[in-house]
């Protein structure tokens, strides 16, 4: 087995590490870390447990640490889930001697940080290489991208593949957990939509460039189809909904578009790891569908699905759909482990 450690183990997104790492068959959780209002405690004792699932009973008695590198021993990989100006400051000290795979922002635009998808880009890992020699660690840093970016990215890569992609235009409909347990309160979301949040379009815009661009000599040159995004927070509490529309270079054929999408599949599913899904986009056939509360929790939250996908008459070359992507699992903690596994597997 492989010690883990988990970082920020109390919020929203450790919670999901936990409730995903708990069963798994390689990583063992062996350290639980996150703000000195918990460290000391017992891991029961320090959080509010805020899932459906009740917590694992091997971690209850783990005790909570501070976030700290001369905390944590014996630790081989660890799964980062907080805020991004703790990260900023910690992650880099952890990657003197352990694996980081982190969820933050933090890291992920650095030149020699990979920005990883398993199914998208995973010869970004070449990087790592790169990485330690450019900052002289004996671990590393890999980040996921922004939940929504992920999703987003997932249903892009196998159009981007086939057929020459002119513009993305994104409406997000994101759930509350994407703003962590205190992010959004009660009475601005009840009954109402907030339409803005902080840096979320820049990320979808950039990160979404960066995944699907290529690298080469250690350098990632981003995609050039121009992406736009417009971001709005919902009274869902789980899964993040995205209206997309698509221009293309050339008029697409639809059952082209629907075969690409349908049979995609990407290293973690050749390498059958733990947590791929066995399809990454589920597409569904309903006018209905998808729905946040019924298609989040597809094949354990790992798979994005579509929905509604056809053609947009009201321009040229150009075609829509609708996607789900559940934001603390395939969105969060599953694109970390899944990272990780990945990272297992190959290196
Ligand atoms: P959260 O619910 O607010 O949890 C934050 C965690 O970090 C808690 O464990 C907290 O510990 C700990 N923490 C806070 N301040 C700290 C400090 N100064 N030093 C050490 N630990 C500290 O946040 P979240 O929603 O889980 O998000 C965590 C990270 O994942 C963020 O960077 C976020 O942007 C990213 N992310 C979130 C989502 C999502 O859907 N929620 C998706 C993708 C990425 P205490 O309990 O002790 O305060």
Redesign the pocket.
């Known amino acids: 087995m492989v010690n883990v450690g988990i ?10 590490f936990i409730e995903l790492l708990a069963q798994h068959p390689k990583f063992e959780i062996t350290a639980l ?7 000391g405690k017992k891991y029961e004792d ?2 509010t447990w ?1 899932l459906d699932s009740n917590m694992p009973e091997s971690v209850k008695d783990i005790k ?1 640490v ?2 700290d590198p001369s905390q944590v021993d014996d630790v081989d990989i660890v799964f ?8 900023a400051i ?1 992650e880099p000290k952890f990657a003197e001697k352990h694996i980081v795979a ?5 890291m992920r635009m650095e030149d020699d940080v990979p920005l990883v998808i398993p199914e998208v880009n995973p010869e970004y890992l070449d990087l790592i290489e790169l990485q330690q020699k450019n900052r002289g660690w004996d671990g590393f840093i890999v980040t ?4 929504s970016t ?1 999703a987003l990215t997932i249903t892009l890569k196998p159009i981007y593949d086939q057929f020459d992609i002119k513009r993305v235009y994104v409406s997000t409909m994101q ?1 509350v ?7 959004v309160p009660s009475m601005a979301i009840v009954d109402n939509l907030v339409p803005f949040i902080g840096g979320e379009e820049e990320k979808m815009e950039t990160e979404t460039q960066h995944l699907l661009g290529s690298l080469e000599d250690g350098v990632v040159t981003p995609a050039s189809f121009g992406v736009s995004a417009s971001c709005h927070r919902v009274s869902v509490v ?1 899964g ?1 909904t995205e209206a997309v529309f698509i221009e293309t270079e050339d008029k697409c054929d639809m059952d082209e578009i629907h075969a690409a999408m349908d049979q995609f599949r990407g290293m973690p599913q050749k390498l059958d790891l733990y947590s791929a899904p066995e399809k990454p986009i589920v597409i569904r056939p309903e006018d209905n569908r998808p729905q946040p509360r019924m298609d989040r929790n597809q094949d354990g939250g790992m798979a994005v699905t579509v929905g509604r996908l056809r053609e947009d008459a009201a321009f040229e070359n150009s075609f829509r759909y609708v996607l789900v992507g559940h ?2 699992i395939r ?3 599953g ?1 970390s482990i899944l990272n990780a596994e990945l990272i297992n597997e190959i290196m």
């Open positions: 970082l920020g183990a109390t919020g929203m997104v450790g919670q999901r870390t996150a703000s000195q209002r918990s460290a320090a959080t805020y909570v501070d976030t980062s889930a907080l805020p991004t100006e703790n990260a910690v982190s969820n933050a922002s933090a996921n991208p922004n939940c992920i759930a957990s994407g703003a962590g347990y205190n992010g789980d993040h934001n603390t969105g969060a903690a694109a």
